[in-house]
């Protein structure tokens, strides 16, 4: 794979992680009507960018190194997992019919925040099953270990909360993947790459060391307005939840340099068994509701940087509003994650009007202020760095408590696709420390 | 109508009475209480309490008034209800056992502390609940009947009042025990004088409603049972408030402050943002604040705080006194230090403004939950012909009071109109809700606005999910969720038979076409590549809908549904409401099909005009540019003109949409060895395909525009468009 970005300088110096240029198996979840759930006249969120990226990536021919699933539909016993009885039985049940004839309770409507921002639209719980399905599913792959990367464009919807729907987001396909990822790995860690603070999933596991959130996003009179640098998480999650506030035009250089030196002080720090990535693409520059100036391959880098660690790695969308750059950017990260270098020039495809004039894969950045000075900037790495330095290593590992699944027998290794497992890195390290 | 017209009446009485009567409510004022404005705001109670007992609770029983004792006289509830209130609520009587104590007051005997509670709850509880929420909502209910509205006005009303008269007398002690040379006179003055000048309003309307907020903080451990003496109370009690409030920002901040102590440089006053801004002002204030809050912890009486009403009362007072001076103009305030007083007033004013918006704005009080992602969108939008950027900032910027007119201002400004201009001004100013008195004064003061007013996480069994400690056992998943795999096939029979193209692979710079990157040409190559793909999934095609994709969409619509789709969606435009007569115009389509047939073939139609003709555009509007430019006059013609009359039929009856198809429709019978020999390869076809558009050469010219316009005559070049799918697999399987 060689990209103008294939400077991993962080990966590659952990111990037993492969050289990013072999193959990972991927594995892609997607529900074939999930461009039809519309949320609405005119709002910003729209299922069909999913179908777009599905005609590109197939149009790029990527479909080839990959296994492509249909998510099995999450029931609402599922969904309760993580959401409240009562929400989930209001939200399985609730349509716009119900709404016209009163069925439903107005105060019900407003105490599980379904209005405005969530409108109840048609299909509305068809749309949060193939969601969490589609995560939950991709969870279950990596568990079994039938494949290094998963990925489910439809979900990441990480604003949903425990008991209420916010910022179009009903079903928080992220905690629900977790939970799922947590039956088999002690430590997960996710990362949220929207514009928007991923509040649902922070607030979800705040007070667990077991699962580490780090959130970068605009900070500053912008929606949900939490991700204060100094949330950082409470109780036994106290230090494992690390959010970079950012403010507006946000480019390619500075957000790496943020992004990655943090990013390898969690790998080396945290060591999580499985890694969960919100590639929310309203980070993009020229997004509808966002202020970042991320060109495509800035954001894929965020991708591109975690594929390197060599840990099985789960990859959701999440925000993205201006639907032809929501487009190229997952169809180019989907080719990152397949290993695959995308030519510039479009092929011909079902939505190709959609990218005109350019009709090309990367568009030129947004002439934008970048309001992030360098030393707000280091500051802020600074002070995450410090927060990360609190911490002990690599947590919730009880190191005379080796669970039975790092004895299992390493398996062949001669295959390029056969990643070392994460496992054996563990006990490595428990070895090292004795 | 009753209520609303008596109403009416009230108010002009009101109005009379602001303006001319000053001078009777003075002296009746100075003789102890309040005994004019107390009756007309018992009457006051009294109607919106008939109308809310007999409309609101209608549903469960009938509460005759008035209310009469044992003793056969009529019990004056407006009484019970204000002493019940001053003491703090229903709550802190009864956890105080003060029954007894109001019985008196209401002139009972002891004997009757049950018959009280039980008119208390019978008729004011929920009252005084719906009373405060009422004014903590602020909002009229959308919907509700006509009744409630009047009430709501009614009940507005009363509430202000409720509060201007505490603060009054609080007002009045206070300012008697800071200053013992001057009487109570002085307070009233200043609240009725039509000179009061907009710093006072507004730091009497913190006051109003830090009175009005804590009804709980009454419970201020200070005030003991014994020292009923209401006005003592209520003194103590808003005095508290507001200092309290004003201490809170600075502790509050002061936290912040050495919290932030790595992020931010502060140095002295100066706090630098984030943006590197120096927020000198934010700083000043919060140095005014505390020296509040030192100074009481020397000596209240001394403090710059009763200074600084001292002499905003002067002012108020003598607003010709040359002793006052002059307050200088903004830009000039900087220089200033905080010794003086008409700056600490502004600061005071400053922080008690943004406090003030701050909670009007997160009017739901959960800004977590309730903020809006997008609040632009259910505006107005066809109206809204903004560049995206302004659409993007998720929360709505406070804006100015005086630009903005509180919802309940607008529904009642007949009220207001003929209510005194002082008086519509404090109705105006005084927004209750006020919920969140934990968000300190300072937060809101500096400018940065971001670090400052961050909601704390929730923590609690509500919010976070269940996580088990890892026990090292591994649970099995549901196979389900491995889903259908859908690919790879299970049996790959197509690979053999295509030519495939590699991964990752972008489109050819050049093609064959006699007329690169027109619509025909690119609607063919898109065919072409659609066709390949078909081949290479197979019945996969299908299952993931990719005969759903795109411009084909279009096949199952007639030419007369597709205009009539355009009419409609150029019609709703202009009308909030998109596909509103959908049911009416296009009875055969359901929602499905029409959202379908919006996002594959009218968003590309208007997007392959868009980026022909006006390109530039492009880049800065965003996907739902329809919606904002097509109720404009350019957007009907630049847009909807040209495509709806040229494209359309290319599109729709036209050539290689539906050359693939194999949809009988469109089948015809034609063999295909009419138009290629059986070993032609796609490139042969593609070739085919445009030949015949050469023949159309002359007619094309420079103009995207015109090109658009010609391919209607390009019509008859598709004898191509009678081939199926079929007979090109059939041709290609033979090869």
Request: proline share 5%.
């Given at each position: 794979m060689d990209s103008s970005i294939s400077t991993v300088e962080g990966g590659a110096s952990l111990p037993s992680t492969g050289t990013d240029a072999t193959k990972r198996r991927v594995s892609y979840f997607y529900d074939p009507y999930i461009g039809d759930y519309y949320y609405g006249l005119g709002h910003p969120m729209k299922p069909h960018r999913i179908r777009i990226t599905q005609n590109l990536v197939c149009h790029y021919n990527l479909h080839r190194r990959m296994e492509i699933t249909r998510p099995f539909p999450a029931s609402a016993d599922d969904i309760r997992w993580f959401h409240s009885p009562d929400y989930v039985d209001f939200l399985s049940s609730v349509s716009p019919e119900t709404l016209y004839y009163q069925t439903h309770d107005d105060h019900d409507l407003k105490r599980f925040n379904l209005r405005e921002d969530c409108p109840v639209f048609d299909g509305l719980f068809g749309f949060c099953q193939a969601s969490a399905g589609g995560s939950i599913g991709a969870a279950v792959k990596l568990n079994r270990q039938d494949a290094d990367i998963a990925i489910n464009w439809a979900g990441g919807l990480h604003h949903a909360k425990r008991t209420g729907a916010s910022g179009f987001c009903y079903v928080n396909d992220i905690v629900l993947g977790i939970l799922e990822l947590l039956k088999v790995h002690k430590r997960v860690l996710y990362i949220d790459i929207d514009v928007h603070h991923g509040d649902g999933v922070e607030e979800a596991f705040y007070t667990t060391d077991r699962i580490m959130t780090v959130s970068f996003h605009k900070f500053g009179d912008f929606f949900p307005g939490t991700g204060h640098i100094k949330d950082i998480g409470a109780g036994s999650g106290k230090y494992y939840a690390l959010n970079a506030p950012l403010n507006d035009g946000i480019d390619d250089e500075s957000f790496r340099r943020l992004f990655r030196p943090i990013i390898q002080k969690v790998m080396e720090v945290y060591q999580p068994e499985a890694v969960v990535l919100q590639c929310g693409a309203d980070s993009l520059s020229g997004d509808r509701l966002g202020l970042f100036n991320l060109s495509v391959k800035g954001h894929a880098d965020c991708l591109r940087f975690l594929r390197s660690f060599n840990v099985p790695l789960m990859v959701l969308g999440g925000g993205g509003y201006t639907i032809r750059n929501v487009a190229r950017c997952w169809a180019y990260e989907t080719a990152v994650a397949v290993g695959v270098e995308l030519e510039n020039k479009l092929p011909y495809n079902d939505y190709y009007e959609y990218f005109g004039p350019d009709y090309t894969l990367h568009v030129e950045p947004i002439p934008m202020e970048n309001k992030n000075l360098p030393r707000d900037l280091e500051k802020i790495r600074n002070m995450l760095l410090e927060q990360l330095s609190r911490l002990p290593h690599a947590p919730s590992v009880p190191f005379q408590m080796a669970p039975s699944i790092t004895e299992v027998p390493e398996e062949r290794e001669e295959d390029m696709d056969q990643r070392p497992k994460p496992r054996i890195w563990i006990k490595e390290e428990y070895e090292s420390y004795c | 109508?009753?209520?609303?017209?008596?109403?009416?009446?009230?108010?002009?009485?009101?109005?009379?009475?602001?303006?001319?009567?000053?001078?009777?409510?003075?002296?009746?004022?100075?003789?102890?209480?309040?005994?004019?404005?107390?009756?007309?705001?018992?009457?006051?109670?009294?109607?919106?309490?008939?109308?809310?007992?007999?409309?609101?609770?209608?549903?469960?029983?009938?509460?005759?008034?008035?209310?009469?004792?044992?003793?056969?006289?009529?019990?004056?509830?407006?009484?019970?209800?204000?002493?019940?209130?001053?003491?703090?609520?229903?709550?802190?009587?009864?956890?105080?056992?003060?029954?007894?104590?109001?019985?008196?007051?209401?002139?009972?005997?002891?004997?009757?502390?049950?018959?009280?509670?039980?008119?208390?709850?019978?008729?004011?509880?929920?009252?005084?609940?719906?009373?405060?929420?009422?004014?903590?909502?602020?909002?009229?209910?959308?919907?509700?009947?006509?009744?409630?509205?009047?009430?709501?006005?009614?009940?507005?009303?009363?509430?202000?009042?409720?509060?201007?008269?505490?603060?009054?007398?609080?007002?009045?002690?206070?300012?008697?025990?800071?200053?013992?040379?001057?009487?109570?006179?002085?307070?009233?003055?200043?609240?009725?004088?039509?000179?009061?000048?907009?710093?006072?309003?507004?730091?009497?309307?913190?006051?109003?409603?830090?009175?009005?907020?804590?009804?709980?903080?009454?419970?201020?451990?200070?005030?003991?049972?014994?020292?009923?003496?209401?006005?003592?109370?209520?003194?103590?009690?808003?005095?508290?408030?507001?200092?309290?409030?004003?201490?809170?920002?600075?502790?509050?901040?002061?936290?912040?402050?050495?919290?932030?102590?790595?992020?931010?440089?502060?140095?002295?006053?100066?706090?630098?943002?984030?943006?590197?801004?120096?927020?000198?002002?934010?700083?000043?204030?919060?140095?005014?604040?505390?020296?509040?809050?030192?100074?009481?912890?020397?000596?209240?009486?001394?403090?710059?705080?009763?200074?600084?009403?001292?002499?905003?009362?002067h002012a108020a007072k003598h607003s010709n006194d040359p002793e006052i001076g002059e307050v200088p103009e903004s830009s000039k305030w900087k220089g200033h230090t905080s010794n003086e007083f008409w700056f600490q007033v502004l600061l005071v004013k400053e922080a008690l403004l943004k406090r003030r918006h701050i909670d009007t704005n997160a009017e739901e009080s959960n800004p977590q939950k309730k903020q809006r992602m997008h609040p632009s969108m259910y505006e107005d939008e066809r109206l809204n012909n903004q560049p995206a950027e302004k659409l993007r900032c998720?929360?709505?910027?406070?804006?100015?009071?005086?630009?903005?007119?509180?919802?309940?201002?607008?529904?009642?400004?007949?009220?207001?109109?003929?209510?005194?201009?002082?008086?519509?001004?404090?109705?105006?100013?005084?927004?209750?809700?006020?919920?969140?008195?934990?968000?300190?004064?300072?937060?809101?003061?500096?400018?940065?606005?971001?670090?400052?007013?961050?909601?704390?996480?929730?923590?609690?069994?509500?919010?976070?999910?269940?996580?088990?400690?890892?026990?090292?056992?591994?649970?099995?998943?549901?196979?389900?969720?491995?889903?259908?795999?859908?690919?790879?096939?299970?049996?790959?029979?197509?690979?053999?038979?295509?030519?495939?193209?590699?991964?990752?692979?972008?489109?050819?710079?050049?093609?064959?076409?006699?007329?690169?990157?027109?619509?025909?040409?690119?609607?063919?190559?898109?065919?072409?590549?659609?066709?390949?793909?078909?081949?290479?999934?197979?019945?996969?095609?299908?299952?993931?809908?990719?005969?759903?994709?795109?411009?084909?969409?279009?096949?199952?619509?007639?030419?007369?549904?597709?205009?009539?789709?355009?009419?409609?969606?150029?019609?709703?435009?202009?009308?909030?409401?998109?596909?509103?007569?959908?049911?009416?115009?296009?009875?055969?389509?359901?929602?499905?099909?029409?959202?379908?047939?919006?996002?594959?073939?009218f968003l590309i139609r208007r997007r392959s005009y868009q980026n022909r003709v006006t390109p530039k555009e492009l880049d800065s509007d965003d996907d739902e540019i329809e919606l904002g430019s097509v109720g404009d006059s350019f957007g009907n013609i630049a847009v909807h003109v040209p495509s709806s009359r040229s494209l359309t039929c290319v599109e729709n009856k036209a050539s290689l949409s539906s050359f693939f198809t194999s949809s009988p429709a469109t089948f015809n019978p034609r063999p295909v060895s009419q138009l290629m020999s059986p070993t032609s390869s796609i490139t042969e076809i593609n070739q085919q395909f445009v030949a015949p558009e050469d023949t159309l050469k002359s007619n094309f010219g420079e103009s995207p525009m015109k090109k658009k316009k010609r391919i209607k005559f390009s019509i008859p070049l598709a004898p191509v468009n009678k081939f199926s799918t079929k007979n090109l697999q059939i041709n290609y399987k033979s090869v």
């Amino acid at each position: 794979m060689d990209s103008s970005i294939s400077t991993v300088e962080g990966g590659a110096s952990l111990p037993s992680t492969g050289t990013d240029a072999t193959k990972r198996r991927v594995s892609y979840f997607y529900d074939p009507y999930i461009g039809d759930y519309y949320y609405g006249l005119g709002h910003p969120m729209k299922p069909h960018r999913i179908r777009i990226t599905q005609n590109l990536v197939c149009h790029y021919n990527l479909h080839r190194r990959m296994e492509i699933t249909r998510p099995f539909p999450a029931s609402a016993d599922d969904i309760r997992w993580f959401h409240s009885p009562d929400y989930v039985d209001f939200l399985s049940s609730v349509s716009p019919e119900t709404l016209y004839y009163q069925t439903h309770d107005d105060h019900d409507l407003k105490r599980f925040n379904l209005r405005e921002d969530c409108p109840v639209f048609d299909g509305l719980f068809g749309f949060c099953q193939a969601s969490a399905g589609g995560s939950i599913g991709a969870a279950v792959k990596l568990n079994r270990q039938d494949a290094d990367i998963a990925i489910n464009w439809a979900g990441g919807l990480h604003h949903a909360k425990r008991t209420g729907a916010s910022g179009f987001c009903y079903v928080n396909d992220i905690v629900l993947g977790i939970l799922e990822l947590l039956k088999v790995h002690k430590r997960v860690l996710y990362i949220d790459i929207d514009v928007h603070h991923g509040d649902g999933v922070e607030e979800a596991f705040y007070t667990t060391d077991r699962i580490m959130t780090v959130s970068f996003h605009k900070f500053g009179d912008f929606f949900p307005g939490t991700g204060h640098i100094k949330d950082i998480g409470a109780g036994s999650g106290k230090y494992y939840a690390l959010n970079a506030p950012l403010n507006d035009g946000i480019d390619d250089e500075s957000f790496r340099r943020l992004f990655r030196p943090i990013i390898q002080k969690v790998m080396e720090v945290y060591q999580p068994e499985a890694v969960v990535l919100q590639c929310g693409a309203d980070s993009l520059s020229g997004d509808r509701l966002g202020l970042f100036n991320l060109s495509v391959k800035g954001h894929a880098d965020c991708l591109r940087f975690l594929r390197s660690f060599n840990v099985p790695l789960m990859v959701l969308g999440g925000g993205g509003y201006t639907i032809r750059n929501v487009a190229r950017c997952w169809a180019y990260e989907t080719a990152v994650a397949v290993g695959v270098e995308l030519e510039n020039k479009l092929p011909y495809n079902d939505y190709y009007e959609y990218f005109g004039p350019d009709y090309t894969l990367h568009v030129e950045p947004i002439p934008m202020e970048n309001k992030n000075l360098p030393r707000d900037l280091e500051k802020i790495r600074n002070m995450l760095l410090e927060q990360l330095s609190r911490l002990p290593h690599a947590p919730s590992v009880p190191f005379q408590m080796a669970p039975s699944i790092t004895e299992v027998p390493e398996e062949r290794e001669e295959d390029m696709d056969q990643r070392p497992k994460p496992r054996i890195w563990i006990k490595e390290e428990y070895e090292s420390y004795c | 109508m009753e209520a609303w017209s008596s109403l009416n009446d009230e108010s002009q009485v009101h109005k009379g009475n602001g303006e001319s009567g000053s001078g009777i409510n003075l002296t009746v004022e100075l003789n102890g209480i309040d005994g004019c404005s107390k009756n007309r705001l018992k009457s006051l109670f009294d109607q919106v309490l008939s109308v809310f007992l007999s409309e609101v609770t209608e549903k469960k029983c009938l509460r005759p008034l008035p209310v009469m004792t044992s003793s056969g006289q009529p019990l004056d509830l407006f009484k019970l209800y204000w002493i019940v209130r001053k003491i703090g609520g229903y709550d802190r009587v009864s956890s105080k056992n003060l029954w007894a104590f109001i019985a008196e007051h209401c002139g009972l005997d002891v004997g009757a502390v049950a018959f009280v509670k039980l008119v208390y709850v019978k008729y004011l509880a929920e009252f005084d609940h719906w009373l405060r929420q009422f004014c903590k909502d602020g909002n009229l209910e959308k919907g509700e009947g006509g009744v409630i509205r009047r009430l709501d006005l009614l009940s507005k009303e009363l509430e202000t009042r409720f509060r201007r008269l505490l603060l009054r007398r609080c007002q009045k002690k206070k300012d008697t025990n800071l200053l013992p040379s001057k009487n109570g006179q002085v307070d009233f003055e200043m609240f009725t004088a039509e000179s009061v000048n907009k710093t006072n309003d507004h730091t009497t309307r913190r006051s109003y409603s830090a009175e009005n907020r804590n009804g709980n903080l009454y419970n201020s451990d200070e005030i003991s049972v014994s020292k009923m003496d209401d006005d003592y109370v209520f003194l103590v009690s808003a005095e508290g408030i507001v200092e309290k409030v004003l201490y809170k920002a600075p502790d509050k901040s002061n936290n912040e402050y050495d919290d932030d102590e790595n992020f931010f440089a502060h140095d002295g006053k100066n706090k630098v943002t984030s943006n590197g801004e120096v927020i000198q002002r934010a700083a000043s204030a919060k140095s005014v604040i505390e020296n509040v809050f030192d100074s009481r912890k020397r000596k209240r009486e001394s403090s710059c705080f009763s200074g600084m009403l001292n002499w905003i009362n002067h002012a108020a007072k003598h607003s010709n006194d040359p002793e006052i001076g002059e307050v200088p103009e903004s830009s000039k305030w900087k220089g200033h230090t905080s010794n003086e007083f008409w700056f600490q007033v502004l600061l005071v004013k400053e922080a008690l403004l943004k406090r003030r918006h701050i909670d009007t704005n997160a009017e739901e009080s959960n800004p977590q939950k309730k903020q809006r992602m997008h609040p632009s969108m259910y505006e107005d939008e066809r109206l809204n012909n903004q560049p995206a950027e302004k659409l993007r900032c998720s929360k709505r910027i406070p804006v100015s009071p005086k630009h903005a007119p509180c919802p309940c201002c607008n529904s009642c400004s007949t009220l207001h109109n003929k209510a005194a201009t002082h008086q519509k001004e404090e109705e105006e100013d005084i927004r209750p809700d006020l919920t969140s008195v934990e968000v300190s004064v300072t937060e809101k003061i500096d400018d940065s606005g971001d670090q400052q007013t961050h909601p704390e996480v929730s923590v609690g069994p509500l919010h976070q999910a269940e996580v088990p400690e890892w026990s090292g056992v591994i649970s099995e998943s549901d196979s389900k969720w491995l889903g259908t795999r859908m690919w790879p096939p299970e049996v790959e029979t197509t690979k053999s038979l295509v030519e495939l193209d590699p991964i990752g692979e972008g489109r050819r710079s050049s093609c064959g076409c006699r007329f690169p990157q027109s619509v025909e040409c690119i609607r063919f190559h898109i065919a072409e590549k659609r066709f390949k793909l078909k081949l290479e999934l197979g019945p996969l095609f299908n299952r993931w809908r990719f005969d759903r994709m795109g411009e084909e969409v279009s096949l199952s619509w007639t030419a007369e549904e597709e205009e009539r789709f355009k009419d409609m969606v150029r019609s709703s435009a202009m009308s909030n409401n998109k596909w509103k007569n959908s049911k009416k115009l296009l009875p055969s389509k359901t929602r499905n099909m029409l959202v379908s047939y919006y996002f594959n073939v009218f968003l590309i139609r208007r997007r392959s005009y868009q980026n022909r003709v006006t390109p530039k555009e492009l880049d800065s509007d965003d996907d739902e540019i329809e919606l904002g430019s097509v109720g404009d006059s350019f957007g009907n013609i630049a847009v909807h003109v040209p495509s709806s009359r040229s494209l359309t039929c290319v599109e729709n009856k036209a050539s290689l949409s539906s050359f693939f198809t194999s949809s009988p429709a469109t089948f015809n019978p034609r063999p295909v060895s009419q138009l290629m020999s059986p070993t032609s390869s796609i490139t042969e076809i593609n070739q085919q395909f445009v030949a015949p558009e050469d023949t159309l050469k002359s007619n094309f010219g420079e103009s995207p525009m015109k090109k658009k316009k010609r391919i209607k005559f390009s019509i008859p070049l598709a004898p191509v468009n009678k081939f199926s799918t079929k007979n090109l697999q059939i041709n290609y399987k033979s090869v």
